[in-house]
């Protein structure tokens, strides 16, 4: 393996020693098979927990011991660390370090930060070293026209004092790299802009406000981890009951994403009445996919804008619903849940909401007015839910696959009241299943009564209340159980 030279400008009369080599890890946990650096341990073995500065990058890559008052060179780096390495020895930031003498070296697996013993805080964040490793570690082996074009573009921090500014420098420092090159070249102008004395307090406020959201993304390659078949059928059965062709095409899904390892071109799109569990299936996706969601709710956006943010020339300028989903979710890659889609062109101010989707859905990038950057969105995985997929526009419809939801039959709403509504209500209610019971006869009153309404709302909202019935005459008539027939359904529910 070729030895790379990431050490700064040598000081004057003095060439730097790069001891180093290193290696590419995709690991994304650091272990003893798996280090985050080795140290040389010839001459002496270390101990498992040991305390001191990395030196000086412009003099020498080593590290010394500060009980031992010895020194030993850095033998081997993972590529994603050398920026990090860097920062602790060019700050003189005390750590303690966790590894195991191998015989290749000393394997370091953590690096924790002490905040005692003369070490220079650069960062006000409390955990700020830990929340970069962590970050790097969720982070791919950087390529080497990265490690050249860093070298290029030297990512350095600045002499202010201990703000989030500070943080966000270091973080530029650190693990820049695990950042798209548009939103690396972005954060460095905003991070211009946000010490910058020739604007306005304003101006630069947002500047910081916007690299405050950027930074708190995870960015993330579009390979997907493979998902468990088995484990995702359970998941669909636990959550909803029948609907066959509905997790066929779910499991369809699960395995064309097994074999490419990223997410399917199309989103998904649930069309059906009202209370067919749309939002129960997309919701059941999401968990299958492991990933974190949002909602995007269309009946009651109706401008564009509340999508895209505002521009940072207004004094409440504001990042729109979709930039803040990133930032809530901390990672670029996550589920929107498009409620009611077919209401996306309904639009009251000046635009058309369901013309923003389309930039989000195109996977090309979305960018986001107080964000003044584009944002990846090849991580995003949209699942949609309309009850009349008739008004959805033809431009909008084609991003999606359709899985139409019929209505339940008489024989699967019985089952599902039985099975799943009334034991979950009796179970909320910390009821026994005896003290609730409903005879054959009154099960059919049930769905009579909620056979002129589609899907299972009605269901539920049955089982609540005949639940809460029992539980007043329980309490209040001091009986042990209630029985409901056909007379005493009809009865309450009418």
Not at 249 to 277: D, S, V
Request: include cysteine.
């Amino acid at each position: 393996m070729p030895v790379f030279d990431f050490t700064d400008k040598p000081a004057e009369n003095k060439d730097p020693v790069c001891t180093y080599e290193v290696f590419s890890s995709n690991c994304h946990t650091a272990s003893e098979d798996h280090p985050i650096l080795v140290l040389d341990n010839h001459k002496c073995q270390w101990k498992h927990h040991s305390n001191g500065f990395f030196t000086n990058p412009a003099v020498r890559s080593s590290f010394e011991f500060k009980d031992e008052k010895a020194e030993a060179d850095v033998l081997q780096v993972d590529a994603r660390f050398v920026s990090l390495l860097k920062w602790l020895g060019k700050s003189h930031i005390m750590v303690r370090l966790s590894g195991k003498n191998r015989e290749d070296g000393y394997a370091v697996y953590r690096i924790r930060e002490i905040a005692f013993g003369g070490g220079t805080k650069l960062s006000a964040e409390d955990g700020f070293l830990q929340y970069m490793i962590e970050r790097l570690l969720a982070s791919d082996a950087p390529s080497q026209e990265d490690v050249d074009y860093d070298e290029q573009q030297e990512e350095t921090g600045d002499d202010m004092r201990l703000t989030s500014l500070q943080s966000i420098s270091d973080f530029m420092t650190c693990a820049g790299r695990t950042l798209p090159e548009n939103i690396r070249i972005w954060a460095r102008r905003n991070l211009a802009v946000a010490h910058s004395n020739e604007v306005t307090a304003e101006e630069r406020r947002h500047a910081q406000r916007a690299l405050s959201i950027m930074m708190n993304i995870q960015w993330k390659s579009n390979y997907f981890d493979p998902i468990d078949p088995v484990k995702a059928r359970r998941i669909l059965d636990e959550e909803l009951y029948g609907m066959e062709r509905v997790k066929q095409r779910i499991m369809e899904t699960i395995i064309q994403i097994n074999r490419t390892h990223t997410l399917p071109a199309y989103g998904m799109l649930l069309a059906g009445p009202a209370g067919t569990g749309k939002s129960q299936v997309a919701y059941a996706v999401a968990r299958i996919l492991r990933l974190p969601w949002t909602t995007l709710d269309m009946s009651s956006i109706n401008d564009p804008e509340q999508l895209t943010g505002s521009s940072r020339i207004y004094s409440n300028a504001k990042p729109g619903i979709i930039m803040e989903a990133f930032s809530m979710a901390g990672a670029s890659s996550l589920v929107f849940i498009i409620n009611e889609l077919d209401k996306a062109a309904s639009g009251k101010g000046s635009g058309n909401p369901a013309d923003v989707l389309l930039t989000l859905l195109d996977n090309l990038g979305f960018t986001d007015n107080y964000m003044e950057c584009t944002i990846p969105t090849q991580g995003v995985y949209p699942i949609a839910t309309a009850n009349n997929k008739d008004a959805i526009s033809a431009p909008l419809l084609s991003r999606f696959a359709v899985i139409e939801l019929d209505d339940y039959t008489t024989e699967e709403k019985k089952i599902i009241f039985s099975r799943y509504s009334l034991p979950k209500v009796l179970a909320r209610m910390s009821m026994r299943p005896e003290e609730c019971v409903v005879t054959e006869d009154g099960l059919e009153e049930v769905i009579v009564s909620s056979r002129s309404v589609s899907g299972i709302r009605d269901l539920e909202q049955a089982a609540e209340h005949l639940a809460a019935n029992a539980l007043y005459q329980i309490e209040v008539d001091h009986v042990e159980s209630v029985t409901f027939d056909a007379a005493s359904v009809r009865k309450l529910l009418s």
